[in-house]
């Protein structure tokens, strides 16, 4: 399994980004990708999931209202569009591809890719 994100960027407070996660390497329709991050000095948090199979996300808390995830099947590529950015967002963000795993178990079960720098100015 290959994960490739894209889509980071500097952008200032409140303004939007739209991250992309292209997976390749498998070819069943049952996965999950789940977005993660981490800054500076910080553990690795978990901040949207989605399972193809029945389009179920997930968010932290730390983003709902503000980011919003969704896929695109035939392109196993999922997106996560993010607004209202604050400074507190900034971190390198990744996303975990697993082919039959769950929002639960992607971490550790799935393909990570190396990450995209999102930078959000004050």
């Known amino acids: 399994v290959h994960v490739v994100e894209s889509g980071g960027g500097l952008v200032q407070a409140g303004g939007s980004l739209r991250l992309s996660c292209a997976a390749s390497?498998?070819?069943?329709?049952?996965?999950?990708i789940g977005w993660f991050r981490q800054a500076p000095g910080k553990e690795r948090e978990g901040v949207s999931c989605?399972?193809?199979?029945?389009?179920?996300?997930y968010y932290a808390d730390s983003v709902k209202g503000r980011f919003s995830i969704s896929s695109d099947n035939a392109k196993n590529t999922v997106y996560l569009q993010m607004n209202s950015l604050k400074p507190e967002d900034t971190a390198i963000y990744y996303c975990?591809?697993?082919?039959?795993?769950?929002?639960?178990?992607?971490?550790?079960?799935?393909?990570w890719g190396r990450g995209t720098q999102v930078t959000v100015s004050s």
């Open positions: 975990a591809a697993g082919p039959f795993a769950t929002c639960s178990d992607v971490a550790w079960l799935g393909s």
């Open positions: 390497g498998f070819s069943t329709d049952d996965y999950a």
């Open positions: 989605i399972t193809s199979s029945d389009g179920r996300t």
